[in-house]
């Protein structure tokens, strides 16, 4: 139909307004009405994770916060680096203030000292002015240059809001219950799981699969529509990959999916996390152990194959946090033989070298 035709009906559909072009009209309008109450409900059952959260507080005691000074705002330089690609920012004396990872969230601020200690466990500490928070998106190469950038960067660099490495101290042995507005406890002492009822000896202890909803003891929806409910012999406990998925998932946002799924968003299992997960490889998975791992950064997931009766599998998961005081590589995760998170050495030494149990059975590494 030419544009000559059309403009010679309008005339002819605003005579009839009322009749079939009112029907018309009102049609459209329910119809774009339908639309939006669709897409306004999958926002909302997307943003449900979010909103589940408890909000972000300031750093205090027992947070593993020693104070000291934010870094001040200035002239700032953006490098680019290789292996794996990523954009470093230098102040102009060209200290380090913060690290971005192509195809990752994952960024490490430099800010305030922190010293954490875990007594009960290990003598080792861990003294840094590392702070690992998630980015609003995955950084790319010129990233600086977007709109939320700077306010996000102003706002987080030397900021004092609990960070990853805070946030997982909160569940080590004997740290205090934090409740939500809800009265949910979302922080405090956390276990790895129930008492095995048919364990026989070393491995097999305590019982695995507990999750972050079954710590918080609460149903959980996913963003796909499923919908997990706690086990109350699991409440307060979670699993390595449980702790993990608290950490980064429920505290810090970052997307979770239900089971072992590519996606975006953090698969269930170590196994899952290593294979499927989104985010940048940085020690590769060949089934052998790293010959070298000094491109780890704080925050990093680290894999290990552990337990002989998986197989190939991916058995353990954990949080890779810097050198101790010690100059050792140290990680925190929920292992049986402490019964809950720690980076003590109960159960083998949590360091990344030498030839201990978890070093030995080291094999891959993610960042997020």
Same mark, same amino acid.
């Given at each position: 139909?030419?544009?000559?035709?059309?403009?010679?009906?309008?005339?002819?559909?605003?005579?009839?307004?009322?009749?079939?072009?009112?029907?018309?009209?009102?049609?459209?309008?329910?119809?774009?009405?339908?639309?939006?109450?669709?897409?306004?409900?999958?926002?909302?059952?997307?943003?449900?994770?979010?909103?589940?959260?408890?909000?972000?507080?300031?750093?205090?005691?027992?947070?593993? +916060?020693?104070?000291?000074?934010?870094?001040?705002?200035?002239?700032?330089?953006?490098?680019?680096?290789?292996?794996?690609?990523?954009?470093?920012?230098?102040?102009?004396?060209?200290?380090?203030?913060?690290?971005?990872?192509?195809?990752?969230?994952?960024?490490?601020?430099?800010?305030?000292?922190?010293?954490?200690?875990?007594?009960?466990?290990?003598?080792?500490?861990?003294?840094?002015?590392?702070?690992?928070?998630?980015?609003?998106?995955?950084?790319?190469?010129?990233?600086?240059?977007?709109?939320?950038?700077?306010?996000?960067?102003?706002?987080?660099?030397?900021?004092?809001?609990?960070?990853?490495?805070?946030?997982?101290?909160?569940?080590?042995?004997?740290?205090?219950?934090?409740?939500?507005v809800r009265g949910v406890v979302y922080a405090g002492d956390a276990q790895?799981?129930?008492?095995?009822?048919?364990?026989?000896?070393?491995?097999?202890?305590?019982?695995?699969?507990?999750?972050?909803?079954?710590?918080?003891?609460?149903?959980?929806?996913?963003?796909?529509?499923?919908?997990?409910?706690?086990?109350?012999?699991?409440?307060?406990?979670?699993?390595?990959?449980?702790?993990?998925?608290?950490?980064?998932?429920?505290?810090?946002?970052?997307?979770?999916?239900?089971?072992?799924?590519?996606?975006?968003?953090?698969?269930?299992?170590?196994?899952?996390?290593?294979?499927?997960?989104?985010?940048?490889?940085?020690?590769?998975?060949?089934?052998?152990?790293?010959?070298?791992?000094?491109?780890?950064?704080?925050?990093?997931?680290?894999?290990?194959?552990?337990?002989?009766?998986?197989?190939?599998?991916?058995?353990?998961?954990?949080?890779?946090?810097?050198?101790?005081?010690?100059?050792?590589?140290?990680?925190?995760?929920?292992?049986?033989? +402490?019964?809950?998170?720690?980076?003590?050495?109960?159960?083998?030494? +949590?360091?990344?070298?030498?030839?201990?149990?978890?070093?030995?059975?080291?094999?891959?590494?993610?960042?997020?």
């Amino acid at each position: 139909m030419s544009r000559k035709s059309t403009e010679r009906r309008k005339p002819k559909a605003r005579r009839k307004a009322g009749g079939r072009g009112g029907r018309r009209t009102l049609q459209t309008l329910v119809v774009l009405g339908l639309l939006g109450t669709s897409a306004y409900l999958t926002v909302e059952l997307r943003d449900r994770q979010q909103e589940k959260a408890p909000p972000v507080e300031s750093v205090g005691a027992g947070s593993g +916060a020693s104070g000291g000074k934010a870094v001040p705002a200035g002239e700032r330089r953006f490098e680019r680096l290789a292996g794996p690609a990523r954009t470093v920012v230098r102040s102009a004396d060209g200290g380090v203030l913060a690290t971005f990872t192509d195809n990752a969230r994952t960024a490490v601020l430099t800010g305030p000292s922190r010293t954490f200690t875990e007594p009960k466990f290990t003598s080792a500490k861990v003294v840094t002015d590392s702070w690992v928070r998630l980015l609003p998106e995955a950084w790319k190469e010129g990233s600086e240059k977007a709109p939320w950038f700077k306010d996000w960067f102003d706002r987080s660099l030397g900021g004092k809001e609990p960070d990853v490495l805070a946030i997982s101290m909160e569940y080590l042995d004997g740290s205090p219950q934090k409740k939500d507005v809800r009265g949910v406890v979302y922080a405090g002492d956390a276990q790895f799981g129930p008492i095995n009822p048919a364990g026989s000896g070393a491995g097999d202890m305590r019982l695995e699969q507990s999750d972050f909803y079954d710590y918080l003891g609460i149903p959980y929806t996913f963003r796909d529509g499923t919908v997990e409910r706690p086990e109350p012999q699991r409440l307060r406990a979670m699993d390595c990959s449980g702790f993990v998925r608290t950490v980064f998932g429920y505290r810090a946002r970052y997307p979770l999916l239900g089971k072992d799924v590519k996606g975006d968003g953090l698969p269930r299992t170590a196994d899952g996390m290593a294979r499927l997960a989104p985010g940048v490889p940085v020690l590769e998975l060949n089934g052998k152990r790293p010959e070298a791992i000094d491109k780890l950064q704080p925050g990093d997931l680290v894999f290990f194959e552990i337990d002989k009766r998986t197989g190939d599998r991916l058995d353990h998961v954990g949080i890779y946090m810097g050198l101790d005081t010690d100059g050792k590589p140290r990680f925190l995760s929920s292992r049986e033989e +402490a019964n809950g998170p720690t980076f003590g050495d109960k159960g083998g030494t +949590a360091r990344l070298d030498g030839n201990g149990f978890y070093a030995a059975g080291l094999r891959s590494a993610k960042r997020l």
